[in-house]
């Protein structure tokens, strides 16, 4: 049974740090385009970063450039968002989702539609 779970999520201020996992279960993620996608209250979904398990090459959503970083374990079977300089507009509940890939990473390969989608977690930045 194919089955992500994002773990990590929690409160933190402002200025402040985290790291979301994403634990694949049921597959092995070998080829494959991994996106993390975040949902305000109130707002549209949007696509903050995606890793290639291919070559490692990632793509970041300019909120996050330079904030944000995106990797992968191939041992553990799971990919990490590490957030820094956390901010209030980084408030949301934060997704993993995955599709066979082994396209390059860019801004387009991210944005394209995904197959598997965890349940979430939430990220809450404030003082």
């Known amino acids: 049974q194919v089955q992500l779970v994002e773990s990590g999520g929690g409160l933190v201020q402002p200025g402040g740090s985290l790291r979301l996992s994403c634990a694949a279960s049921?597959?092995?993620?070998?080829?494959?385009?991994i996106g993390w996608f975040r949902q305000a209250p109130g707002k549209e979904r949007e696509g903050v970063s995606c890793i290639s398990s291919s070559d490692g090459s990632t793509y970041y959503a300019d909120s996050v450039k330079g904030r944000f970083n995106n990797s992968f374990d191939s041992y553990k079977n799971t990919v990490y968002l590490q957030m820094n300089s956390l901010e209030p507009e980084d408030t949301a509940l934060y997704y993993c989702?995955?599709?066979?890939?082994?396209?390059?990473?860019?801004?387009?390969?991210?944005?394209?539609?995904?197959?598997?989608w965890g349940q979430g977690t939430r990220v809450t930045v404030s003082s």
């Open positions: 989702a995955v599709r066979g890939s082994v396209a390059k990473m860019n801004r387009v390969v991210c944005m394209s539609p995904y197959v598997y």
């Open positions: 049921g597959f092995t993620l070998d080829y494959y385009a």
